[in-house]
Antibody, heavy 118, light 106 residues
Framework: QVQLKESGPGLVQPSQTLSLTCTVS????????VSWIRQPPGKGLEWMGV???????DYNSAIKSRLSISRDTSKSQVFLKMNSLQTEDTAMYFC????????????WGQGVMVTVSS | DIQMTQSPASLSASLGETVTIECRAS??????LAWYQQKPGNSPQLLIY???SLADGVPSRFSGSGSGTQYSLKINSLQSEDVASYFC????????FGAGTKLELK
């Protein structure tokens, strides 16, 4: 059974760095890609970036300079780090699985709410 | 970057009615289009992929159509459990989502 679960701090101060973890089960990170997607309260979804099955990464050009995605395959974990946080980064952050390139996201985590505030 | 324009932003319909939501891509996305349903407090759930293929476990009252830059999601015989927000997503060139449609009961 495929499962993804996000974890991380609920509150981050402005200008600080956000660190989130996506722990997966029921799938191998070496044969699946995992993306991070966020959703500000009451708004739409924004794809942030992906770590592919081969360990390569791609990022949304709008936030590329602030974002880093990595993984630890032995722990079945994917990491997101984003620096220089501002209030507009307040959002629910989801990780999601894509089985293969050219497929949609078929499994999502429950999400973790991150508030940027002093 | 590919832009996705989704309409309407909100929709009110009666039980048993048929509703249609549309998405337009800024360029041809070759049917690499998915629809998701999101209920309050939950993560999005895949409904339709490849523009017209029903995801596992999704009721047959949901259907998708379209090609090129124009796509639509149709819900036949609206049920109370269909009250949710719906998002389209292109995955032809990375990923972009539409702004969403909030579906309510009239």
């Amino acid at each position: 059974q495929v499962q993804l679960k996000e974890s991380g701090p609920g509150l981050v101060q402005p200008s600080q760095t956000l660190s989130l973890t996506c722990t997966v089960s029921g799938l191998s990170l070496t044969s699946n890609s995992v993306s991070w997607i966020r959703q500000p309260p009451g708004k739409g979804l924004e794809w942030m970036g992906v770590i592919w099955s081969n360990g390569g990464t791609d990022y949304n050009s709008a936030i590329k300079s602030r974002l880093s995605i990595s993984r630890d395959t032995s722990k079945s974990q994917v990491f997101l780090k984003m620096n220089s946080l501002q209030t507009e980064d307040t959002a629910m952050y989801f990780c999601a699985r894509r089985r293969l390139p050219g497929y949609p996201f078929d499994y999502w985590g429950q999400g973790v709410m991150v508030t940027v505030s002093s | 970057d590919i832009q996705m324009t989704q309409s309407p932003a909100s929709l009110s319909a009666s039980l048993g009615e048929t509703v249609t939501i549309e998405c337009r891509a800024s360029e041809d996305i070759y049917s690499n289009l998915a629809w998701y349903q999101q209920k309050p407090g939950n993560s999005p759930q895949l409904l339709i992929y490849d523009a017209n293929s029903l995801a596992d476990g999704v009721p047959s009252r949901f259907s998708g159509s379209g090609s090129g830059t124009q796509y639509s999601l149709k819900i036949n015989s609206l049920q109370s459990e269909d009250v949710a927000s719906y998002f389209c997503q292109q995955y032809n060139n990375y990923d972009t989502f539409g702004a969403g449609t909030k579906l309510e009961l009239k």
